[in-house]
């Protein structure tokens, strides 16, 4: 490739309803991307494909218009991003895959500590599936099909780029100069949202309890803030501060005003958390019940549409990258 074909790559697992933690710590860095504008116009994808690694196929797919509306609803411009589903260009993806595995070790893949953390989740090698631990080659075969220039990643993130670059010396170097290196987009530390329960965990829709999900009837949303994990007058604990990080999201700067000053009697030493709290019930419920809204006015219709243009996007330039990848590994024998 003599230029980049996306100027700014990401992508989004196939999964049940966002909770406010996803929105704060995932949609809202690319909605500021977005906004900003100076990198770029960004392509997002659903990796329903890597869902495979944990979900059955029934359920990555019902998932996936579901996963897109709530990123409409929650700011995404469709008119400012292209939008695609992985297996969309199946075909492509397991093509570069395959050739990109030729290029690292089973021992590199069980080094990457992302992955050996899904494998001790997964109680061991002996229960990993093998699509787990694709998953890295997989991810740089989504990266390099669209030609990225620049993908956005956390400070925990920036291994599997690392081994995307990795792969393209090594091509480079085995095949010729086709490739060009992705670059890092620094997303920054990442933000993590505890758990209303106080268990120290970060904020899970698996753990649900603990969880604001919003999909969820809003009254049960509300009851679990009343019952959320605060802090003593006086202390600013962890728990607090992702209360804090929530209402900071959802409130106006007038709100925020409201917010800050009641959580300076707190430090103070006032016994004001029953006052946090209403106040964040009522601003929360707005939030919600705005969002609801907005997600049930989109239709599957419309989103297909969306996805459809995007396909033709992704297909075209995964078509290209494939032909060039091919003729220079001499793969084609017509």
């Not at 075209?316 to 793969?331: P, W, Y």
């Amino acid at each position: 490739m003599k230029n980049y074909k996306t100027d700014i790559f990401t992508g989004m697992r196939a999964t049940s309803g966002m909770s406010i933690a996803n929105l704060i710590g995932v949609v809202d860095p690319i909605l500021c991307i977005m906004q900003d504008g100076s990198l770029g116009k960004p392509m997002i994808f659903v990796a329903d494909l890597h869902s495979l690694t944990t979900e059955e196929p029934n359920k990555t797919q019902s998932y996936v218009l579901h996963v897109i509306k709530d990123y409409i609803a929650a700011g995404l411009d469709p008119e400012k991003v292209d939008l695609f589903v992985q297996s969309q260009i199946m075909d492509e993806v397991s093509k570069m895959t395959i050739y990109l595995s030729r290029l690292i070790t089973v021992a590199e893949l069980l080094r990457v500590p992302t992955l050996k953390e899904k494998i001790k989740k997964g109680n061991g090698e002996a229960t990993a599936n093998t699509l787990l631990a694709f998953y890295p080659v997989m991810m740089a075969a989504d990266i390099l099909l669209q030609g990225s220039r620049y993908v956005p990643v956390g400070k925990d993130q920036y291994v599997h780029l690392e081994v995307t670059n990795d792969l393209v010396k090594r091509f480079n170097k085995k095949y010729g100069d086709v490739f060009l290196a992705p670059k890092p987009l620094d997303s920054g530390e990442g933000i993590n949202i505890l758990s209303l329960t106080g268990s120290g965990k970060k904020m899970s829709k698996s753990e649900p309890n603990g969880a604001i999900l919003l999909d969820d009837d809003i009254d049960v949303s509300l009851k679990k803030i009343k019952r959320a994990k605060s802090a003593f007058a006086g202390d600013m604990s962890e728990d607090l501060k992702s209360l804090k990080l929530i209402a900071d999201y959802i409130s106006t700067d007038e709100q925020r005003k409201e917010f800050e000053s009641i959580l300076q009697k707190h430090l103070d030493g006032e016994q004001v958390m029953g006052e946090f709290k209403d106040l964040l019930v009522e601003v929360l419920g707005r939030f919600l019940e705005e969002f609801q809204e907005k997600k049930v006015s989109i239709s599957d219709d419309y989103v297909l549409g969306v996805l459809e243009k995007g396909r033709e996007k992704a297909k075209a330039n995964a078509g290209e990258v494939i032909s060039e990848v091919e003729i220079a590994m001499g793969m084609r024998f017509v």
